[in-house]
């Protein structure tokens, strides 16, 4: 009898700490188009595989009247689960709690769950929902922060972690999930700044609202901070799972895979009408992309920051990879600051969890220009270069079209540490376009020529015929093939294939020194 009373007023008191803030906040929460905490996860996790943790955990804060205060759950519910079969741990900060601010307790159970995803090698996810650090804890709910920020820092490149941005995410709150791998923010919904509006009013008089702000137009095409942004919470959390399906749980593992698409891999004639006949013409590489990746289901990454890269997760053969091709529809595909720092955060990721690149080429050259050279495009092209050549996963180039002067070096040539190299005959291999060097090759020539545009024709031509094409390249072997499109498929899922047992090692040291 006594045993039964014990246990129903556990059962009581999970029902009520369920609740968070209450009926009346979870309706106000709801009326703003939000989920709540316990919602979000449902659509996470597979049915009836969360388990939770921390339930019970209360404040000892005493300041301003919160000796009395309760606060269910401590703001933030968090366990782990199966998310499609696979163990994943998570934290989900309940609005409705004290705005799901972070105090000590709140942060010690994030903590936990991040400490046992690193024990136990499973993905973490984030989903921040919070007014911040709790105002009345001082600087307990700093040092909270700070044990999330440090754990972050120890999971990275260990386990993924992921953060969804499902309300506000203000200050320094915002750290957390810039230091996890990958950001999905909630439109409308989700806003990330270090200084709000009113704080930027005061200081640099600038007129803002928080949406202008750092809603997902701000992060999503200026700042580069979001990866992914979703329409509502739903499909958020199933964003996540698609991006979770992608990777491994950890850097010991090989991502998981799906039985191989039944496909034809003899030659595959319409790859050989993706590019437009005049070399000058732009095209949109994710066609490209599309046609040779299984299912034509390509993850894209940051889609709208940087477009003149295209980054994202796919599928060969079943088996996961990393994709990192040039634009031509955007700049002409060049690479600039943003792309290059887009790409070679990219690269690491992959490299961090065993996730083969490849890697296709139709690129100009490195942006020109003051505004490039004064924001670094020495120091920022260069993570391109380093990333490459630090990396130890199978890659695979496949150079389509342009492959100029330094990006070429920079987009995995063979010398940057590419396994293996495929051109297209469409290739044009050289150290700048064929106008450009004649220009500079013949200066004098052109212009004490009687007819200085046809001396420039004749030598463009003489240029094109002997470099920009890709057996130059082939000749000293800096490309392994020359291949028909119609044989890409093919050629790369070979590759890939032979380079699953690939090892490779390099010198002991703590670690290199990216430019950053
Ligand atoms: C304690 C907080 C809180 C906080 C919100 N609440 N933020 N309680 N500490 N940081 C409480 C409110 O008092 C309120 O309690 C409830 O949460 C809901 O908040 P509202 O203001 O009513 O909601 P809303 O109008 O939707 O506005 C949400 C908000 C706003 C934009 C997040 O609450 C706000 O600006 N909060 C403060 C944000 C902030 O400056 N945080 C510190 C950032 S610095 P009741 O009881 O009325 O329901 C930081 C440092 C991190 O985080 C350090 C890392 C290094």
């Known amino acids: 009898m006594n045993n039964k009373k014990q246990i129903s007023t556990l059962h009581k008191k999970r029902s009520e700490a369920y609740l968070g803030g209450g009926k009346e906040k979870i309706v106000k929460h709801h009326k703003t188009g939000k989920l709540t905490a316990r919602e979000r996860l449902a659509l996470l996790f597979d049915p009836d595989t969360f388990q939770e943790q921390g339930l019970f955990m209360r404040h000892r804060c005493t300041n301003f ?15 782990m689960g199966s998310v499609d079969g696979r163990l994943t741990y998570a934290a989900s900060q309940d609005f409705t709690v004290a705005g799901g601010s972070v105090g000590e307790m709140t942060a010690k159970k994030i903590a936990n769950v991040m400490d046992q995803a690193l024990k136990t090698g499973d993905p973490f996810v984030f989903i921040n929902d919070s007014g911040g650090a709790r105002i009345q804890e001082g600087v307990d709910a700093l040092s909270g922060y700070g044990n999330i920020f440090y754990r972050n820092v120890l999971l990275s490149g260990v386990v993924p972690q992921i953060s969804i941005i499902a309300g506000p995410c203000a200050g320094g709150a915002a750290y957390s999930p810039a230091l996890t791998d990958f950001i999905i923010q909630v439109e409308h919904e989700g806003q990330m700044f270090i200084t709000g509006p009113s704080v930027i009013k005061q200081v640099t008089g600038e007129d803002v609202s928080s949406e202008e702000l750092g809603g997902v137009e701000s992060h999503s095409h200026y700042s580069g901070v979001v990866h992914f942004t979703a329409k509502n919470g739903k499909e958020a959390m199933l964003l996540c799972k698609r991006l979770l399906s ?16 039944s496909q034809m891999m003899g030659p595959e004639e319409h790859l050989r009408n993706l590019l437009p006949e005049d070399p000058k013409e732009p095209y949109d590489i994710l066609d490209v992309i599309r046609n040779i ?23 060969m053969s079943g088996h996961t990879i990393g994709v990192v091709a040039n634009q031509p529809s955007v700049k002409a595909g060049v690479l600039d600051i943003d792309s290059s720092d887009k790409a070679a955060r990219f690269i690491r990721f992959c490299n961090a969890f065993n996730i083969p690149i490849v890697t296709f080429v139709d690129v100009p050259g490195f942006m020109p220009g003051v505004d490039q050279e004064y924001g670094g495009i020495i120091r920022h092209g260069a993570k391109m270069l380093f990333a490459y050549g630090a990396t130890t996963v199978p890659k695979v180039t496949v150079i389509l079209r342009k492959a100029y002067g330094g990006a070429y070096l920079a987009m995995c040539s063979k010398e940057m540490g590419a396994d293996m190299v495929y051109a297209w005959p469409s290739a044009e291999i050289a150290v700048m376009g064929a106008e450009g060097a004649t220009s500079i090759l013949y200066s004098k020539e052109i212009k004490e020529a009687f007819d200085p545009k046809e001396l420039q024709e004749e030598k463009t031509k003489e240029y094109k015929i002997a ?10 072997g800096y ?26 090692m390099r010198p002991q040291k703590k670690h290199g020194l990216i430019p950053l």
């Open 65 to 79: 009247g919160m000796t009395d205060k309760e606060f269910p759950g401590e703001g933030v519910v968090t366990g």
């Open 246 to 261: 992608f990777l491994p749980s950890n850097n010991t593992e090989e991502p998981p895979s799906l039985p191989p698409v």
């Open 293 to 315: 990746v299984d299912k034509a289901d390509f993850l894209e990454i940051q889609e709208h920051f940087a477009p003149n890269i295209v980054i994202g997760f796919a599928r």
């Open 467 to 476: 470099f920009t094409t890709p057996y130059a390249a082939a000749g000293r």
């Open 479 to 504: 490309v392994d093939d020359v291949i028909d499109p119609a044989e890409t498929k093919m050629a790369i899922v070979t590759a890939l294939e032979a380079l699953r047992t690939k090892r490779e």
